[in-house]
């Protein structure tokens, strides 16, 4: 049974960057489709963008194009969100997904002026 569990939150100031890890385990991810999600405070969740595992193609919602990347790393069984030029806007709660259908726990991600 496939476990997702993400890492690398915290806080951050406007501009700065941070990497957040989803580490899966149970299983070997194949041909997943790895999407992030987030969730302001206050807001409804929304989705951040996608990974075809392992690296066959991304997708981004359009106020993160050209900040935030999406990798596979197969030896690691991990998938990274690099996030660069954070704005007050990329503050949630920070979810991986697996096909729609396994969920990480989720982790903070707080961005300040």
């Known amino acids: 049974q496939l476990h997702l569990v993400e890492s690398g939150g915290g806080s951050v100031q406007t501009g700065g960057s941070l990497r957040l890890s989803c580490a899966a385990s149970?299983?070997?991810?194949?041909?997943?489709?790895i999407k992030w999600w987030r969730q302001p405070p206050g807001k409804e969740r929304e989705y951040v963008g996608l990974?075809?595992?392992?690296?066959?193609?991304?997708h981004f919602r359009n106020s993160v194009k050209g900040r935030f990347i999406i990798t596979g790393d197969q030896a690691k069984n991990t998938v990274i969100l690099q996030m660069n030029n954070l704005t007050l806007a990329d503050t949630g709660v920070y979810y991986c997904?697996?096909?729609?259908?396994?969920w990480g726990q989720g982790i903070q991600v707080t961005v300040s002026s």
């Open positions: 990974l075809r595992w392992p690296n066959s193609g991304t």
């Open positions: 149970g299983r070997a991810l194949s041909t997943e489709v």
């Open positions: 997904v697996a096909d729609d259908q396994v």
